[in-house]
């Protein structure tokens, strides 16, 4: 799930297949729901909520639609952009093709800065073909309030065999940087630029917004590159989160794993040098997955670990180890004040939460004609309130459910009178996640 969020409303989406998302809007008094579906792949990069604007990013294959409703179409993977009012009126969309890897967005001053690994040397960008790049180039992307494009540059080429691992845009979006891993060159203007010779080696490449190159630094060692970390703080500073196992070299620093993966974070000012590091790790698996700055100068990290271990303390802080107990994973946060002190301290933990992953809802039977029963699994006992919404966001029926921890069965019947077609059930809690299935009616 990918949320935003205030104190008056919140907007998520729930991945509910693999080419289905459902994008969901609440707030006191007012609820929709917009169905995205592809041919065969669809995921969201980004969500992100500003000047009452909901901007959503991310990859889809074939024909999308919102509601049922054609809104754009490929021939390969894409990129797609659409704006959102807070009534759920579409203000603007664009569509990139001939995206390979490497995707992400921010929102700053209600423009869309993208960064995109394209593959080829051409991309389609709102059905106006531009090939004016060198093979395989990483793209900066610049997209204003109404949806125009405003700047489209390429000069970076990637030999086939590099990777873009993640990505992200400075606060003021002068600045880009990427991580990269696998063989091969880094080229501009034809000019090799880096060239990496090792599978063991993660490249960090900081562009300008002019598309050239600032500097390189690389990190040697076994790196789970898949499980890594990047963002910047609001002076440029950039910070790093890496999963690695046994010794791990950057600059004249070594590091070297509890055990099996461990976590590292690590802050680099705005000329690549390394400032401080923290490192997580016990004899067990520590990985990251989630950065999320604040716009409050806070940086917040998640991860997961899994295990022999029944539960570790980090801090102050005893986590449950969520494979002892046949879950998926558990989630813990922090986050770095803005004062992250060169000793590599953490200052306050203002954040911890333990999230072990059994919050699901299934509604049955699917199709369904005129009852369906609801079943859903919590964390912690407390009230919910358990709803029906059709496609065009309107409540058709609500009703309040006292969940007990554990496993909950909640039948709503006398259905007869709804129109056949596509439903949303959702089950709302006074705090934490709103769990979310979808269901067809039939005659």
Same mark, same amino acid.
């Given at each position: 799930?990918?949320?935003?969020?205030?104190?008056?409303?919140?907007?998520?989406?729930?991945?509910?297949?693999? #080419?289905?998302?459902?994008? /969901?809007?609440?707030?006191?008094?007012?609820?929709?729901?917009?169905?995205?579906?592809?041919?065969?792949?669809?995921?969201?990069?980004?969500?992100?909520?500003?000047? #009452?604007?909901?901007?959503?990013?991310?990859?889809?294959?074939?024909?999308?639609?919102?509601?049922?409703?054609?809104?754009?179409?490929?021939?390969?993977?894409?990129?797609?952009?659409?704006?959102?009012?807070?009534?759920?009126?579409?203000?603007?969309?664009?569509?990139?093709?001939?995206?390979?890897?490497?995707?992400?967005?921010?929102?700053?001053?209600?423009?869309?800065?993208?960064?995109?690994?394209?593959?080829?040397?051409?991309?389609?960008?709102?059905?106006?073909?531009?090939?004016?790049?060198?093979?395989?180039?990483?793209?900066?992307?610049?997209?204003?309030?109404?949806?125009?494009?405003?700047?489209?540059? =390429? &000069?970076?080429?990637?030999?086939?065999?590099?990777?873009?691992?993640?990505?992200?845009?400075?606060?003021?979006?002068?600045?880009?940087?990427?991580?990269?891993?696998?063989?091969? !060159?880094?080229?501009?203007?034809?000019?090799?630029?880096?060239?990496?010779?090792?599978?063991?080696?993660?490249?960090?490449?900081?562009?300008?917004?002019?598309?050239?190159?600032?500097?390189?630094?690389?990190? /040697?060692?076994?790196?789970?590159?898949?499980?890594?970390?990047?963002?910047?703080?609001?002076?440029?500073?950039?910070?790093? =989160?890496? !999963?690695?196992?046994? /010794?791990?070299?950057?600059?004249?620093?070594?590091?070297?794993?509890?055990?099996?993966?461990?976590?590292?974070?690590?802050?680099?000012?705005?000329?690549?040098?390394?400032?401080?590091? &923290?490192?997580?790790?016990?004899?067990? /698996?520590?990985?990251?997955?989630?950065?999320?700055?604040?716009?409050?100068?806070?940086?917040?990290?998640? =991860?997961?670990?899994?295990?022999?271990?029944?539960?570790?303390?980090?801090? #102050?802080?005893?986590?449950?180890?969520?494979?002892?107990?046949?879950?998926?994973?558990? $989630?813990?946060?922090?986050?770095?004040?803005?004062? $992250?002190?060169?000793?590599?301290?953490?200052? &306050?933990?203002? !954040?911890?939460?333990?999230?072990?992953?059994?919050?699901?809802?299934?509604?049955y039977p699917n199709p369904f004609n005129n009852n369906i029963s609801i079943e859903f699994n919590?964390?912690?006992?407390?009230?919910?309130?358990?709803?029906?919404?059709?496609?065009?966001?309107?409540?058709?029926?609500?009703?309040?459910? !006292?969940a007990s921890k554990g496993s909950n069965k909640f039948d709503i019947d006398l259905l007869e009178?709804?129109?056949?077609?596509?439903?949303?059930?959702?089950?709302?809690?006074?705090?934490?996640?709103?769990?979310?299935?979808?269901?067809?009616?039939?005659?």
């Amino acid at each position: 799930m990918i949320d935003d969020y205030t104190d008056d409303f919140w907007i998520y989406t729930e991945q509910v297949d693999s #080419n289905i998302i459902a994008l /969901n809007y609440d707030s006191e008094g007012k609820t929709w729901i917009k169905e995205l579906t592809s041919k065969d792949y669809l995921k969201i990069e980004n969500l992100n909520d500003k000047n #009452n604007i909901i901007t959503i990013c991310g990859y889809f294959n074939g024909t999308l639609l919102v509601n049922d409703e054609v809104i754009g179409e490929s021939k390969n993977s894409s990129v797609f952009i659409l704006r959102y009012n807070h009534d759920g009126i579409l203000q603007s969309s664009n569509f990139i093709e001939n995206i390979n890897q490497g995707l992400h967005s921010e929102v700053l001053n209600g423009k869309v800065y993208l960064n995109a690994l394209v593959a080829g040397s051409e991309i389609n960008l709102d059905n106006a073909t531009l090939n004016e790049f060198p093979n395989n180039p990483i793209v900066n992307i610049i997209i204003n309030e109404k949806g125009k494009i405003e700047k489209v540059l =390429g &000069k970076i080429g990637l030999d086939i065999g590099v990777k873009v691992i993640k990505s992200a845009i400075s606060t003021d979006g002068t600045k880009s940087i990427f991580l990269l891993s696998g063989k091969g !060159s880094v080229k501009t203007d034809s000019k090799v630029v880096y060239t990496n010779t090792s599978e063991n080696i993660l490249t960090l490449l900081l562009l300008n917004n002019d598309g050239s190159v600032l500097w390189t630094k690389t990190f /040697n060692g076994s790196i789970d590159v898949e499980k890594s970390c990047i963002t910047f703080d609001d002076i440029d500073r950039i910070f790093i =989160g890496l !999963s690695f196992e046994g /010794n791990l070299s950057f600059q004249k620093s070594t590091f070297k794993s509890n055990g099996q993966f461990d976590i590292i974070l690590l802050q680099l000012s705005s000329l690549g040098d390394l400032i401080s590091s &923290k490192q997580y790790g016990t004899t067990d /698996n520590e990985n990251i997955s989630h950065f999320l700055r604040d716009g409050k100068g806070a940086l917040y990290f998640g =991860g997961n670990y899994e295990g022999t271990t029944q539960s570790r303390i980090i801090g #102050n802080y005893q986590f449950i180890n969520a494979s002892k107990l046949d879950m998926s994973q558990a $989630f813990i946060s922090y986050v770095f004040e803005r004062d $992250f002190d060169n000793s590599g301290i953490i200052n &306050k933990v203002i !954040s911890n939460q333990n999230i072990l992953n059994i919050d699901k809802l299934i509604a049955y039977p699917n199709p369904f004609n005129n009852n369906i029963s609801i079943e859903f699994n919590v964390s912690e006992s407390q009230e919910y309130e358990v709803s029906l919404i059709d496609i065009s966001g309107q409540t058709v029926y609500r009703e309040l459910f !006292s969940a007990s921890k554990g496993s909950n069965k909640f039948d709503i019947d006398l259905l007869e009178n709804l129109s056949k077609g596509m439903y949303f059930v959702k089950a709302k809690p006074k705090q934490g996640k709103t769990l979310i299935d979808r269901i067809i009616k039939i005659e």
